[in-house]
């Protein structure tokens, strides 16, 4: 009992050594100029069709990945050809918040943090983004405090192994801004180093402004001195005012230079959603228009 006590003492000691304010290093992924501009290319021909029909590299890009995932070393090759995943990795369903709290899953966690160290380029990595989901709702993994725990768990563990190279990002959903919802889950700035809200238009809903979806969320980061992107942004392709939306996205973000990074959520959703780019001439040419933008070129240093 005594061994055990000393080890979970030692092992408490090195999780609060390892946080130091996450700031010290958030610089490395922060563009010099411009924003990082990217998708989640999930259309049958992948990175490569989109890259090839917008004529341009994609800084960044979306992959979501389970709890359990373990090929991390897959995430090499990209980085070598200078395009920087963000990394979503859902607990939901596999565990939850307390779980991962109560230190059950820091094998899994330390893990992925060794895997991740090992590529030794900076990268995104976007836990258990959309916490603020409702109860019920398939990405809900607990309330605001133990979201909170689980977090700050995560980032230490990550910490603990040096694996200075992963950054980072807190991604609840844009709206939940607005009510404060959002807020409740805020784990510290030390904590984290990038806000990521998600923004959506979805078909038969109110049809909101950039403005109005995401200037809540742009004063909080600006509030916290915290690097935004925008990881999930789309309106539905075939929805006749969506290319002017995302014409007038392009201003919106250049005139909210704490945005950094910007990826288009190019698929299917899971309620069956289109908002593939590739599937409608005019929603592509917008989307084309706007990666051409010279301030949508810069690449992750």
Same mark, same amino acid.
Do not use: C
């Given at each position: ?5 000393m ?18 290093n ?14 989640f ?18 800084a ?7 709890w359990?995932?373990? +090929?991390?070393k ?6 070598? /050809? ?5 990394i979503? %990795?859902?607990a939901a369903?596999t ?18 943090a060794?895997?991740?160290k090992?590529l030794?380029?900076?990268l ?12 019920? +709702? ?10 909170i ?12 192994? +040096? ?5 980072f990002v807190?991604?609840?959903?844009a ?11 805020w ?5 984290l180093? %990038?806000?990521g ?13 950039w ?13 916290? /001195? ?18 002017? %939306? ?8 250049r /005139? /909210? ?6 990826? %288009?959520?190019d698929?299917i959703s ?9 599937t409608n ?21």
């Amino acid at each position: 009992m005594k061994r055990f006590a000393m080890l979970a003492t030692t092992a408490a000691i090195v999780l609060a050594a390892a946080v130091a304010p996450a700031t010290a290093n958030a610089a490395n992924l922060v563009p010099r100029h411009g924003v990082l501009w990217g998708a989640f290319p999930n259309e049958p021909s992948g990175v490569a069709g989109l890259q090839a029909r917008v004529g341009r590299k994609l800084a960044v890009y979306i992959k979501y990945e389970p709890w359990t995932f373990s +090929h991390w070393k897959n995430f090499s090759r990209p980085l070598h /050809h200078h395009r920087v995943p963000i990394i979503s %990795w859902s607990a939901a369903p596999t565990t939850n918040a307390a779980a991962i709290a109560s230190g059950s899953q820091d094998r899994i966690i330390l893990r992925a943090a060794k895997h991740l160290k090992a590529l030794r380029k900076p990268l995104f990595l976007r836990p258990f983004y959309e916490f603020d989901q409702p109860a019920g +709702h398939p990405r809900n993994i607990g309330s605001p405090a133990t979201v909170i725990a689980a977090w700050r768990r995560t980032f230490r563990l990550f910490r603990s192994v +040096h694996a200075a190279n992963v950054r980072f990002v807190w991604s609840p959903m844009a709206f939940d801004f607005a009510n404060r919802t959002a807020q409740a889950f805020w784990p510290g700035r030390r904590y984290l180093n %990038w806000i990521g809200p998600d923004g959506y238009n979805f078909p038969g809903k109110t049809w909101n402004s950039w403005p109005e979806i995401f200037n809540t969320a742009y004063k909080f980061s600006l509030k916290h /001195h915290v690097p935004m992107m925008i990881p999930e942004v789309a309106a539905p392709v075939n929805d006749p005012r969506t290319p002017g %939306w995302i014409t007038k996205g392009a201003k919106w973000i250049r /005139h /909210h230079t704490g945005v950094k990074s910007v990826t %288009w959520f190019d698929s299917i959703s899971p309620k069956g959603y289109n908002f593939q780019v590739m599937t409608n001439r005019a929603t592509l040419k917008a989307f084309r228009a706007w990666g051409k933008r010279r301030f949508f070129h810069a690449f992750a240093h």
